[in-house]
């Protein structure tokens, strides 16, 4: 329903624009380093052709699937199930997020002390790791920080919990989820445009989902809140797929600039201001026929229409296009072409949702960014 109070209204949209830019922002300037890092649990997850053609079919299943279910079953025990299962994934992701920013507060004689979880199968030559997880006192802390959010989360299902695991879940995407080359960039966007068109205005599956589904897959911000102050319950939202889709191809776009050694970041801010405009646009028609608005209709052709148009003003289109992401993490492996017939993904970014918590020496959390 429509607030009666435009000022209600204007600052949850605006808070809601600005959560948003947040996890890109960052995210995309982490991504850089994390491309760098030699360490083997942030090593990014590469998306390839091949499994950004996948995507949108999986993101549909998986979709369909959940408002079957909400249809079926009682939403009670499934909300208790997803809680439980994003309470263990926000955590992770939430210190995951802190850390590098926690590293200020600690005093010079912290005592830091190092840890390895170290988990094998077989013996001698035939040994494997399974699990292999680095960490010190430091991510301990960070991990008890974020298990405070948790249970606030879990016990209140506070919507400023909810947001900083929404914040959390996108920064770690944008940050972890590396496209290989802009035409992955523009397959993937162009096939999730299409799902998100159809599932929002073809049927009410979406909006009945987003709604019954109470995890931390959404920002909201409450329209009521200069009334009714932090109880307040009337919200705007905004879901994370609106987020860390368009987000991992602005991180590639920060990326391609600085491989162009011109120390400028022409491409990253053009498109982080075609979010911008996207975003804007979307609010602005959402508030005009006060419908529910797939966002990345209006997301897609911005962000990548900007960029394309600053390329071709720039004779860039070709560098563009054979930028190629993953042949700076692994330079020693030959440069895949436009459209790969070998998925050259450690593992194809379909498999890796379903397998979020089996790889936990990566620390590969991501948000189900179907929604």
């Known amino acids: 329903p429509p607030a009666r109070h435009p000022e209600g209204m204007a600052l949850a949209y605006g808070s809601l624009v600005l959560m948003a830019l947040l996890p890109i922002f960052f995210g995309a300037l982490r991504s850089v380093s994390c491309a760098k890092s030699k360490n083997s649990s942030e090593m990014p997850e590469t998306i390839t052709s091949r499994d950004a053609a996948r995507f949108p079919i999986v993101a549909s299943c998986t979709l369909l699937g959940l408002y079957l279910f909400f249809k079926i079953f009682s939403q009670e025990y499934i909300n208790l199930l997803l809680s439980m299962y994003f309470f263990v994934l926000g955590i992770l992701a939430l210190s995951h997020t802190i850390s590098p920013m926690m590293n200020r507060f600690f005093p010079a004689n912290f005592p830091n002390k190092q840890y390895q979880l170290l988990f094998t199968q077989g013996s001698g030559e035939s040994k494997e790791e399974i699990v292999n997880y680095e960490f010190d006192t430091k991510d301990l802390v960070c991990l008890a920080l974020s298990s405070v959010v948790g249970v606030w989360y879990l016990l209140r299902k506070h919507w400023i919990a909810n947001n900083l695991f929404g914040l959390a879940f996108s920064l770690n995407g944008v940050e972890l989820l590396h496209l290989n080359n802009v035409s992955t960039g523009c397959i993937l966007l162009g096939g999730l445009f299409i799902y998100d068109v159809f599932w929002v205005f073809g049927t009410n599956v979406m909006v009945t989902v987003a709604k019954s589904f109470e995890a931390p897959i959404k920002l909201v911000f409450p329209q009521d809140l200069l009334e009714k102050g932090l109880d307040a319950d009337n919200f705007a939202m905004l879901g994370?797929?609106?987020?860390?889709?368009?987000?991992?191809?602005?991180?590639?776009?920060?990326?391609?600039?600085?491989?162009?050694?011109?120390?400028?970041?022409?491409?990253?801010?053009?498109?982080?201001?075609?979010?911008?405009?996207?975003?804007?646009l979307t609010i602005f028609i959402m508030h005009i026929f006060k419908h529910a608005q797939p966002?990345?209709?209006?997301?897609?052709?911005?962000?990548?229409?900007?960029?394309l148009l600053v390329a071709l003003a720039k004779g860039e289109v070709t560098e563009m296009f054979s930028y190629e992401s993953s042949a700076e993490i692994l330079p020693h492996t030959p440069r895949l072409t436009h459209f790969p017939t070998v998925s050259g993904s450690p593992a194809s970014l379909a498999d890796s949702m379903q397998q979020k918590l089996s790889c936990p020496r990566r620390r590969r959390q991501q948000s189900p960014s179907a929604m």
Do not use: M
Not at 245 to 257: C, E, K, N, S, V
Not at 295 to 307: D, E, N, T
């Open 240 to 280: 994370l797929g609106d987020i860390v889709i368009p987000g991992i191809f602005i991180a590639l776009l920060l990326r391609f600039d600085i491989s162009l050694k011109k120390n400028t970041h022409t491409y990253f801010y053009t498109s982080f201001v075609a979010y911008i405009f996207g975003l804007g």
């Open 295 to 307: 966002a990345l209709l209006y997301l897609v052709p911005a962000c990548i229409g900007f960029p």
